[in-house]
């Protein structure tokens, strides 16, 4: 196997990995709102517990990813460099959860299962659209070019051939 392929599977079990922390987050999260808080109505419980749930598993995800997954393609360890990063993952993000909730309704009207287990089914198929999502534009690997002046750490010069 080649090397870039060796790297891109560890870098997937490594997202795996963090990724389970954020599927918990999101269960549990679902499962308060869906059975607790929103239980009396098909909108609050299918549709609005989904996405307070979705976006607390987003910020789980995105430090695991900051910090873990693609911490050696992060050049400026800084708070506007996460903050930067925080907006673009969670506008790519909002791609997935339509996906998600897409699936996740189709799950519904299908089998009539409960919505937390519709929910396990609809993550495994936006978590896929997620790391590919990550790894090629949220995290991509940017290569510097010979001639970049390396003064200003905020914009790096980067070879457009090399993406």
Same mark, same amino acid.
């Given at each position: 196997?080649?090397?870039?392929?060796?790297?891109?599977?560890?870098?997937?079990?490594?997202? &795996?990995?963090?990724?389970?922390?954020? =599927?918990?987050?999101?269960?549990?999260?679902? +499962?308060?709102? %869906? $059975?607790?808080?929103?239980?009396? =109505?098909?909108?609050?419980?299918?549709?609005?517990?989904?996405?307070? *749930?979705?976006?607390?598993?987003?910020?789980?995800?995105?430090?695991?990813?900051? &910090?873990?997954? +693609?911490?050696?393609?992060?050049?400026?360890?800084?708070?506007?460099?996460? @903050?930067? $990063?925080?907006?673009?993952?969670? %506008?790519?993000?909002?791609?997935? @959860?339509?996906?998600?909730?897409?699936?996740?309704?189709?799950?519904?009207?299908?089998?009539?299962?409960?919505?937390? +287990?519709?929910?396990?089914?609809?993550?495994? @198929?936006?978590?896929?659209?997620?790391?590919?999502?990550?790894?090629?534009?949220?995290?991509?690997?940017?290569?510097?070019?010979?001639? %970049?002046? $390396? &003064?200003? *750490?905020?914009?790096?010069? =980067?070879?457009?051939? %090399?993406?």
């Amino acid at each position: 196997m080649s090397d870039n392929f060796c790297n891109l599977l560890k870098r997937f079990v490594r997202y &795996f990995c963090a990724s389970l922390l954020g =599927t918990a987050v999101d269960t549990a999260v679902l +499962w308060l709102c %869906a $059975h607790l808080l929103f239980s009396g =109505t098909y909108f609050g419980r299918n549709i609005l517990s989904p996405v307070i *749930s979705f976006e607390c598993a987003v910020f789980t995800n995105f430090c695991s990813c900051f &910090f873990i997954v +693609w911490k050696d393609r992060i050049s400026e360890k800084s708070l506007s460099s996460f @903050f930067r $990063h925080l907006s673009a993952y969670n %506008a790519s993000c909002a791609g997935a @959860f339509l996906l998600k909730l897409g699936i996740l309704q189709l799950v519904i009207l299908a089998t009539s299962m409960d919505v937390v +287990w519709c929910n396990l089914i609809a993550l495994c @198929f936006s978590g896929l659209f997620n790391f590919l999502m990550n790894d090629q534009v949220i995290f991509r690997n940017r290569k510097m070019r010979k001639d %970049a002046c $390396h &003064f200003d *750490s905020r914009t790096p010069a =980067t070879d457009p051939e %090399a993406e």
